[in-house]
C-alpha cells in the first residue's frame, strides 16, 4: 500500500508531512504505534530530468547542475547513497507516476516558493519510491560559477531540495529578522535552513556539519556510525516537557554546529552523527521561521521559552549515547 | 665553644643521610594548576545582504580548571644528593566552557563535566644540602591520561617538569619527614577544546610525608 505524502512550503522549500517525525528532522511517518524514518532502499536512486529551458538555465545546464548537487550529497565521507541520471524526459514533476522526476515547473501562486519536493512512500516500510522535485519558473535562475546578481542559484536551491528527496527535512540552525513580506535570513548554519539566502549568492553550495550529521544519520555506514555518537535527553520548563524546541550541539574543538528538535510533550531528543567529544548544548525556541516549515500540526510546538544552555559539558561516547541530559529552560 | 657543637651536629646529620641504595616513600596532597583553551565561536554563515562577519549565535571559553589530588612517589638514593623517583599524581579537574554573548540573549553558563586526570612520572633529585631542612630540585617527564566523563574517551599526552622543594626531617632518626615541592609541568597532548596543537604549562604544588628505607 502507498500513497504520496503531503507537501508543505517555505521561501526554499517544502516538507513536513502528515505523521510523526524524528529528531533531526528527518522525514517519517507512523506504522504500528512507531516512527519511522523515511529513505530509500534501493539505490542508485534513478532520476529524471526535465527537458525544459528557463531563462538563464538551459535544460543541458540545468542537468549537469542536478547531477551535481547530487554528488554533493552522495560524496559525503561515511555514507552509503548513490544516484544515477536516468535521461530528459517532457514528463512534468510532481506526477505520481512512480517515476523521480526533477524540473521546471510555472507556480507563480507560490510567489514564495522557490522549489518543492513530493514523495511518495511504502507507509508500512518507510521505503521511498518516487521523490519529484519542481524549481519555480516565477523565479530568475542561474548557473553562473559565481553566482549573478538577482537570480537565485540552482545548484543552492537543488542541493536543499535534493536533501529533502533525501529523506531530510528542515534545520533550525538559522536566524531570521521580520521584514515586510516575510523572513529575511540574517545567517544559518545548514543548507537544510527552510528559508534561502538572498538572490546572488552561492554558500550554500557546501553541505554544513548539521547536514552532514542528518545524512549521515539516514544512511551512515557501520563504520561511521562507530566512529560518531549521539545525545538523548530532555528539554524542560518547570519540570514539564517542551514540544518543539530546538536544540543545538556546539562542539567548541571545531566549531561544528548540529541542531535537533523536541518532538513530543516529554520534551525529549536526540541528536545523532556528533563528534565524539564535548558539546555545549543550548535550546531555544523555534521562532526563526514558520513552525509548520518543520513539524505538521501534530506537535503541540511552545515557543514561549528563553533560550538557554545546559549547565552539563556533555561528553560524546564514540559509537555511543551521552544520555539522560537535561536544558532546563524558563518561560519568556 | 661555637665551634664543637657545629662539628658534632654536621657529623650526627651526616651519620643519617641517605647513601647509594636507600629508598624513599612519599606521598601528600596535590594542588594542580589550569588552562584556558582558545574562546571557541558558536558561528553562522552571514547572508551577504545583511553583512560580511559570520553570525555568532555565541561564544565559548574552555577551560580546564584547577584541581586538588594525591601523590605518590617511591624513589632510591644513587648517591648521597641525587636520587631518582617514580611517582603518579592523581587528580579530579573539571573541563568547563563558559557561554557568553549569546545572540539571543541566553542567560551565561559554565557547563562542566569532571574528568579524571593520571599522571605517571619519573624524575631525577639533586639535594643540596645534608641538614634538617633539605632543599632540592628535581626535572623529569611523565605519562598523562585523563579519562572524560563515563569513560566515554581516554586521552592522552607527555609532560616534562623542573621544580624544586624542601625536605623537613623529623627527630634524631631522620627517616620520618615532611616534604613540599613545586612544579611547573609542560604538557602535550591530552583533551583539547581548541584546534591548537601547543604544549600547556600547569603549575602544581604538593605536600605530604616522607620516609626512608
Given at each position: 500500500m502507498r500513497r504520496i505524502a503531503s507537501l508543505l512550503v517555505?521561501?526554499?522549500?517544502?516538507?513536513?508531512?502528515?505523521?510523526?517525525?524524528?529528531?533531526?528532522?528527518?522525514?517519517?511517518?507512523?506504522?504500528?504505534?512507531?516512527?519511522?524514518?523515511?529513505?530509500?532502499?534501493?539505490?542508485?536512486i534513478r532520476y529524471f530530468v526535465t527537458n525544459r529551458s528557463v531563462s538563464g538555465v538551459t535544460a543541458t545546464q540545468f542537468q549537469q547542475t542536478i547531477a551535481h548537487a547530487f554528488s554533493t550529497w552522495d560524496s559525503v565521507e561515511g555514507v552509503a547513497l548513490s544516484s544515477q541520471f536516468a535521461g530528459f524526459t517532457s514528463a512534468p514533476p510532481l506526477d505520481d507516476d512512480s517515476v523521480s522526476v526533477i524540473g521546471f515547473a510555472n507556480r507563480?501562486?507560490?510567489?514564495?516558493?522557490?522549489?518543492?519536493?513530493?514523495?511518495?512512500?511504502?507507509?508500512?516500510?518507510?521505503?521511498?519510491?518516487?521523490?519529484?522535485?519542481?524549481?519555480?519558473?516565477?523565479?530568475?535562475?542561474?548557473?553562473?560559477?559565481?553566482?549573478?546578481?538577482?537570480?537565485?542559484?540552482?545548484?543552492?536551491?537543488?542541493?536543499?531540495?535534493?536533501?529533502?528527496?533525501?529523506?531530510?527535512?528542515?534545520?533550525?540552525?538559522?536566524?531570521?529578522?521580520?521584514?515586510?513580506g516575510g523572513r529575511r535570513v540574517l545567517g544559518a548554519e545548514a543548507v537544510m535552513f527552510p528559508i534561502a539566502f538572498s538572490a546572488g549568492t552561492t554558500l550554500d553550495r557546501t553541505l554544513r556539519a548539521d547536514d552532514i550529521a542528518g545524512i549521515r544519520d539516514l544512511y551512515g555506514t557501520d563504520t561511521s556510525r562507530r566512529a560518531t555518537g549521539s545525545i538523548s535527553g530532555r528539554v524542560t520548563k518547570n519540570g514539564v516537557g517542551v514540544a518543539g524546541a530546538h536544540v543545538v550541539a556546539f562542539n567548541p574543538s571545531n566549531g561544528k554546529l548540529v541542531g535537533?528538535?523536541?518532538?513530543?510533550?516529554?520534551?525529549?531528543?536526540?541528536?545523532?552523527?556528533?563528534?565524539?567529544?564535548?558539546?555545549?548544548?543550548?535550546?531555544?525556541?523555534?521562532?526563526?521561521?514558520?513552525?509548520?516549515?518543520?513539524?505538521?500540526?501534530?506537535?503541540?510546538?511552545?515557543?514561549?521559552?528563553?533560550?538557554?544552555?545546559?549547565?552539563?559539558?556533555?561528553?560524546?561516547?564514540?559509537?555511543?549515547?551521552?544520555?539522560?541530559?537535561?536544558?532546563?529552560?524558563?518561560?519568556? | 665553644m661555637l665551634v664543637v657543637p657545629s662539628i658534632a651536629r654536621a657529623q650526627l646529620v651526616?651519620?643519617?643521610?641517605?647513601?647509594?641504595?636507600?629508598?624513599?616513600?612519599?606521598?601528600?596532597?596535590?594542588?594542580?594548576?589550569?588552562?584556558?583553551?582558545?574562546?571557541?565561536?558558536?558561528?553562522?554563515?552571514?547572508?551577504?545582504?545583511?553583512?560580511?562577519?559570520?553570525?555568532?549565535?555565541?561564544?565559548?571559553?574552555?577551560?580546564?580548571?584547577?584541581?586538588?589530588?594525591a601523590e605518590a612517589h617511591l624513589g632510591m638514593y644513587l648517591?648521597?644528593?641525587?636520587?631518582?623517583?617514580?611517582?603518579?599524581?592523581?587528580?579530579?579537574?573539571?573541563?568547563?566552557?563558559?557561554?557568553?554573548?549569546?545572540?539571543?540573549?541566553?542567560?551565561?553558563?559554565?557547563?562542566?563535566?569532571?574528568?579524571?586526570?593520571?599522571?605517571?612520572?619519573?624524575?631525577?633529585?639533586?639535594?643540596?644540602?645534608?641538614?634538617?631542612?633539605?632543599p632540592f630540585v628535581s626535572v623529569g617527564a611523565g605519562y598523562l591520561r585523563q579519562i572524560l566523563e563515563n569513560n566515554s574517551i581516554v586521552e592522552?599526552?607527555?609532560?616534562?617538569?623542573?621544580?624544586?622543594?624542601?625536605?623537613?626531617?623529623f627527630g634524631g632518626g631522620r627517616r620520618f619527614g615532611f616534604r613540599a615541592e613545586a612544579r611547573v609541568s609542560s604538557r602535550s597532548g591530552g583533551v583539547s577544546l581548541d584546534a591548537l596543537a601547543k604544549r600547556r604549562l600547569v603549575p602544581a604544588v604538593s605536600a605530604g610525608l616522607v620516609y626512608l628505607f
Amino acid at each position: 500500500m502507498r500513497r504520496i505524502a503531503s507537501l508543505l512550503v517555505c521561501l526554499v522549500c517544502v516538507v513536513v508531512f502528515g505523521g510523526g517525525v524524528e529528531a533531526y528532522l528527518k522525514l517519517g511517518t507512523r506504522a504500528n504505534g512507531r516512527s519511522i524514518s523515511l529513505q530509500w532502499k534501493q539505490l542508485p536512486i534513478r532520476y529524471f530530468v526535465t527537458n525544459r529551458s528557463v531563462s538563464g538555465v538551459t535544460a543541458t545546464q540545468f542537468q549537469q547542475t542536478i547531477a551535481h548537487a547530487f554528488s554533493t550529497w552522495d560524496s559525503v565521507e561515511g555514507v552509503a547513497l548513490s544516484s544515477q541520471f536516468a535521461g530528459f524526459t517532457s514528463a512534468p514533476p510532481l506526477d505520481d507516476d512512480s517515476v523521480s522526476v526533477i524540473g521546471f515547473a510555472n507556480r507563480p501562486n507560490l510567489d514564495r516558493v522557490l522549489g518543492q519536493t513530493s514523495f511518495t512512500f511504502d507507509v508500512v516500510t518507510g521505503e521511498l519510491v518516487e521523490s519529484d522535485i519542481f524549481f519555480n519558473a516565477s523565479f530568475q535562475w542561474s548557473v553562473a560559477q559565481a553566482g549573478e546578481t538577482d537570480r537565485f542559484d540552482l545548484e543552492s536551491i537543488a542541493l536543499h531540495e535534493i536533501g529533502h528527496l533525501h529523506g531530510l527535512g528542515h534545520s533550525g540552525l538559522g536566524e531570521t529578522e521580520l521584514r515586510a513580506g516575510g523572513r529575511r535570513v540574517l545567517g544559518a548554519e545548514a543548507v537544510m535552513f527552510p528559508i534561502a539566502f538572498s538572490a546572488g549568492t552561492t554558500l550554500d553550495r557546501t553541505l554544513r556539519a548539521d547536514d552532514i550529521a542528518g545524512i549521515r544519520d539516514l544512511y551512515g555506514t557501520d563504520t561511521s556510525r562507530r566512529a560518531t555518537g549521539s545525545i538523548s535527553g530532555r528539554v524542560t520548563k518547570n519540570g514539564v516537557g517542551v514540544a518543539g524546541a530546538h536544540v543545538v550541539a556546539f562542539n567548541p574543538s571545531n566549531g561544528k554546529l548540529v541542531g535537533g528538535f523536541t518532538l513530543d510533550d516529554d520534551g525529549s531528543f536526540v541528536i545523532a552523527g556528533l563528534d565524539p567529544g564535548p558539546q555545549v548544548l543550548r535550546a531555544e525556541p523555534l521562532d526563526d521561521a514558520e513552525t509548520d516549515s518543520f513539524f505538521d500540526a501534530t506537535v503541540n510546538v511552545d515557543v514561549n521559552f528563553k533560550p538557554a544552555f545546559s549547565t552539563r559539558l556533555i561528553v560524546v561516547p564514540i559509537g555511543g549515547t551521552a544520555r539522560n541530559v537535561e536544558i532546563k529552560v524558563v518561560p519568556k | 665553644m661555637l665551634v664543637v657543637p657545629s662539628i658534632a651536629r654536621a657529623q650526627l646529620v651526616g651519620r643519617d643521610l641517605p647513601r647509594m641504595g636507600t629508598f624513599e616513600i612519599s606521598g601528600g596532597a596535590l594542588w594542580s594548576g589550569g588552562y584556558s583553551f582558545e574562546t571557541a565561536l558558536a558561528n553562522e554563515t552571514r547572508n551577504p545582504t545583511t553583512g560580511t562577519a559570520p553570525l555568532t549565535l555565541f561564544q565559548g571559553k574552555p577551560r580546564l580548571d584547577t584541581a586538588t589530588g594525591a601523590e605518590a612517589h617511591l624513589g632510591m638514593y644513587l648517591g648521597r644528593r641525587v636520587s631518582i623517583e617514580g611517582g603518579v599524581q592523581f587528580s579530579r579537574p573539571s573541563l568547563t566552557v563558559r557561554t557568553s554573548a549569546d545572540f539571543e540573549n541566553a542567560p551565561e553558563t559554565t557547563a562542566a563535566s569532571p574528568i579524571t586526570q593520571y599522571v605517571i612520572d619519573g624524575s631525577l633529585l639533586y639535594q643540596f644540602r645534608s641538614g634538617r631542612l633539605g632543599p632540592f630540585v628535581s626535572v623529569g617527564a611523565g605519562y598523562l591520561r585523563q579519562i572524560l566523563e563515563n569513560n566515554s574517551i581516554v586521552e592522552t599526552g607527555n609532560e616534562i617538569h623542573g621544580g624544586g622543594g624542601v625536605k623537613y626531617w623529623f627527630g634524631g632518626g631522620r627517616r620520618f619527614g615532611f616534604r613540599a615541592e613545586a612544579r611547573v609541568s609542560s604538557r602535550s597532548g591530552g583533551v583539547s577544546l581548541d584546534a591548537l596543537a601547543k604544549r600547556r604549562l600547569v603549575p602544581a604544588v604538593s605536600a605530604g610525608l616522607v620516609y626512608l628505607f
